[in-house]
């Protein structure tokens, strides 16, 4: 069993603060949203950094004290989640897995600084046992900023980097964590849908083209077929292609979701809306999908040899209105 070490970090604006902070700190009365907290166990929840009042109050009074500048859409505090595959952390004694969270806590005090820390609170009331970190992204010289304090997508790596280097000299069973995949996934080149779309709006045209291909006796009506399957034969060409990629897109997509299956539902609930986009994704690709293999059926039905002869007499007069534009132009 793969054991991995988790660690994602949240831009937080002023009007998320206070949900943030009932959630954290256990201030609702009920949590519809996730039945897997355990109100009977709430008393074994702990804390590292424990809050002198409601987090919004912490985060203005922390941002007044370094004198920093505030605007409306400022991210005014960072949401982190420090976790480990369930199986792992479920194993260890109490003792253990308080040794977990606190030398993991650590290594993000360190790095983000004692002084902006407004919460840190182990959960153990629900399902698995994972930390919630909170802090004000103050930089040394005193300036509210997320973008400095973290470093943007490539400093999120790199904080992501660095902190299994630091997990794994006290835990060398563990594995790297997770990437936060809706924001870094890779996203299908623009020209596959373009390529689909075109080839779908123009479908039945190429359907007739194909099915009038094998006429016998109507050389007209062949060539006119000929000559329309033609204008589409690049294409229809790229679709092979485009079909692995995007079928590997899928896949990749799957696993995803499958990820969050274990994921802690905590997370996922304070995540919903990336989960969402994932799943909106998939959905756009299937259709993709289904709109490439539908024109692929119909590609089949062409020789192959006949296909290599159309793209390449298309290609060539491309190439040549290219070369004529230019011209004009000139």
């Known amino acids: 069993m793969a054991v991995y070490a988790i660690a994602r970090i949240e831009k937080i604006k002023m009007g998320t603060v206070g949900r943030i902070y009932r959630h954290h700190e256990r201030k609702k009365e009920s949590y519809k949203s996730n039945p897997d907290i355990d ?17 919004m109050d912490m985060v203005r009074q922390r941002i007044q004290a370094a ?16 976790a480990a595959t369930p199986e792992w952390i479920k194993a260890k004694p109490p003792e253990a897995q308080q040794e977990f969270f606190r030398y993991a806590f650590r290594f993000f005090e360190e790095r983000f600084g004692k002084e902006n820390m ?6 153990m009331d629900e399902a698995t046992p994972h930390m919630h970190f909170c802090f004000v992204p103050i930089t040394k010289k005193g300036r ?3 973008k400095d304090v973290i470093g943007g997508p490539r400093g ?14 006290k835990y060398p069973e563990l594995s790297r ?3 936060k995949r809706v924001s870094r996934r890779t996203h299908l080149p623009g020209y596959i849908y ?8 123009h479908y039945e045209e190429i359907v007739t083209a194909i099915q009038n291909i094998g006429l016998v006796g109507n050389a007209r009506k062949k060539e006119q077929a000929l000559e329309l399957l033609g204008r589409y034969a690049p294409e229809m060409a790229r679709l092979k292609n485009d079909v692995r990629q995007t079928d ?8 995803q979701l499958k990820d969050t299956d274990w994921l802690l539902n905590d997370a996922r609930a304070l995540n919903l809306h990336q989960e969402q986009e994932l799943y909106r994704e998939r959905q756009k690709i299937r259709e993709l999908s289904r709109q490439q293999k539908k024109l692929m059926e119909q590609l089949a039905l062409v020789p192959p040899e006949l296909m290599d002869r159309l793209v390449q007499q298309e290609t060539l007069r491309r190439r040549q209105q290219h070369q004529k534009n230019i011209r004009k132009e000139r």
């Not at 999120?156 to 000299?169: I, P, T, W």
């Not at 689909?196 to 709006?201: F, G, K, N």
């Not at 590997?248 to 696993?255: P, V």
């Open 39 to 55: 109100p009977t166990r709430t008393r074994f929840n702990f804390h590292l950094v424990e809050p002198s009042g409601p987090y």
């Open 67 to 82: 004198g920093a500048r505030r605007r409306k859409d400022s991210v005014v505090m960072q949401d982190g989640l420090v």
């Open 118 to 123: 407004i919460s840190a609170v182990v959960h």
């Open 144 to 146: 509210l900023s997320s």
């Open 156 to 169: 999120m790596h790199q904080l992501q980097e660095d902190y299994y280097a630091y997990m794994v000299e």
């Open 177 to 179: 964590g997770i990437p």
């Open 194 to 201: 373009k390529n689909a779309a075109q080839l779908h709006s």
């Open 248 to 255: 590997r897109h899928i896949f990749s997509l799957e696993q």
